[in-house]
């Protein structure tokens, strides 16, 4: 298949945002170099911001679109458009990233981060195991799987300040950082495949190939779970010294007061409401809008919402979403090519580098036997892990936890070695066990 030009512009951006993902810490370097508060300071600091990445190269995109095609093609009528930049974007699909926002501003609110550390503490304290590493256990395996039921970005980021309030302000090894970090992001996504809403590269699939919850569960969901206790028992292992000894259980600051119970509930149906109307943007932004009210009004309760790193999470998504859109041409052949087999570790593969939720996309969009609809999947979320990108979640719990990494930030190298462990443990676990069959199998 041949690309357009827009097609070959929008791969070549592609790689080049990859490829600047893969240099960030090396940008925030250089911002170091230059008087604080300069303008090269902050050019390079916003060069280094990986959320910004897939959002500065999809601008180019369109600013290309605009030159060679308008910004606005006007039809006979002078009021429809109908080509230009405008009428690609408005072809393209922002609910993801926007819903994303609003679950990340949601779920990292101070009453739904007690409710979920009073859950992850008293399932710890029936745990067989020291006090800081029945903690860690919980928090790892108990996180990740609520997001199956709280969606992806809302587990990734409660999960996630949980860890940064217990584990990464503390004097921890860089090498136990990275190992959790891999884990958390592995987890997080093969722990969202017990329902059929929750997993981006699921959602983008389920209806179409007629997945409900038994199919996930049985297919996916039980072999996710093994997969993530046995990698959190893993890590555990290797990194017992520097989890022994007692929790010390955060106070809430000197003059931070404790959300009541019908506060805490309210975020909750917020939050309910917003993932049972994710597919509805008109709605959840509308809810937002309501929950900001809400916010406010309880400020004593509440800490700064995370608007910014929320919104620069959106931005990432929707930088990818506007980029992705342009490689069909190149991965539905690749897909379509593949067995089963090459399918699987090609999925994983390629999750690396590509949105897990764009890559089953475009393989619904081949016809694929049921095996194959399997394998994609199953390769897909087990690479969720490798790299920023590969999982929508991901931005999330990077922009909570960066700044734990020093100056220079997340390494993406050492991300991905922190990865590859828990990503062949979650393989063999999808690859090797059967199926639980109810009615009909894949």
């Known amino acids: 298949m041949n690309p357009t030009n827009v097609q070959l512009v929008g791969t070549i951006l592609f790689v080049c945002a990859v490829l600047h993902t893969f240099l ?3 940008f925030e370097h250089l911002a170091h170099k230059y008087p604080k508060g300069s303008m090269g300071e902050n050019i390079f600091h916003f060069l280094g911001e990986v959320e910004a990445v897939f959002g500065m190269w999809a601008a180019i995109l369109i600013g290309y679109m605009s030159v060679t095609q308008g910004l606005m093609v006007f039809g006979e009528d002078g009021h429809t458009v109908v080509g230009g930049a405008i009428k690609y974007l408005e072809g393209l699909n922002y609910t993801e990233p926007a819903f994303v926002f609003v679950i990340m501003c949601i779920a990292g609110t101070r009453p739904v981060i007690l ?5 992850i503490l008293g399932i710890s304290k029936v745990l067989p195991l020291p006090g800081k590493m029945a903690f860690y256990v919980s928090a790892l395996v108990i996180g990740p799987l609520l997001g199956s039921f709280i969606t992806e970005p809302a587990a990734m980021t409660v999960t996630a300040l949980i860890l940064l309030q217990y584990f990464y302000s503390n004097e921890m090894s860089h090498k136990f950082k990275y190992a959790t970090l891999g884990l958390l992001f592995v987890n997080i996504s093969i722990g969202g495949t017990l329902s059929h809403f929750a997993a981006p590269p699921v959602l983008m699939v389920a209806g179409k190939w007629h997945w409900g919850f038994m199919h996930m569960i049985t297919h996916f969901g039980y072999k996710s779970t093994v997969a993530i206790l046995i990698s959190t028992a893993v890590v555990v292992a290797i990194f017992r010294k520097e989890l022994a000894g007692s929790l010390q259980v955060k106070e809430a ?7 009541t119970w019908w506060m805490t509930l309210t975020h909750l149906i917020f939050m309910g409401l917003v993932v049972y109307t994710a597919h509805h943007m008109v709605f959840f932004l509308g809810l937002f809008l309501f929950f900001l009210g809400f916010a406010t009004i309880t400020q004593q309760y509440q800490d700064a919402i995370k608007l910014k790193e929320s919104l620069l ?10 980029l992705g859109a342009q490689q069909a041409w190149w991965l539905q052949p690749v897909l379509g090519k593949m067995n089963d087999i090459v399918l699987f570790f090609g999925a994983t593969a390629l999750t690396a580098i590509t949105d897990n939720a764009a890559l089953t996309y475009l393989g619904s969009l081949v016809e694929l036997t049921d095996s194959a609809k399997y394998n994609l999947v199953a390769g897909a979320v087990a690479g969720g892990g ?3 990108i590969a999982n929508a979640p991901n931005p999330a719990g990077f922009g909570i936890l960066k700044g734990s990494f020093g100056k220079e930030g997340i390494s993406p190298l050492g991300l991905l070695l922190g990865a590859i462990g828990p990503t062949l443990i979650a393989m063999l676990c999808l690859e090797l066990l059967p199926s639980i069959m109810v009615g009909s199998g894949h």
């Open 24 to 26: 960030v810490s090396k």
């Open 115 to 119: 409710f979920a550390e009073k859950i």
């Open 253 to 259: 600051q000197e003059n931070a007061l404790v959300p």
């Open 313 to 322: 999470v959106g931005f990432f998504l929707a930088g990818l979403v506007t």
């Open 386 to 388: 490798l790299t920023v």
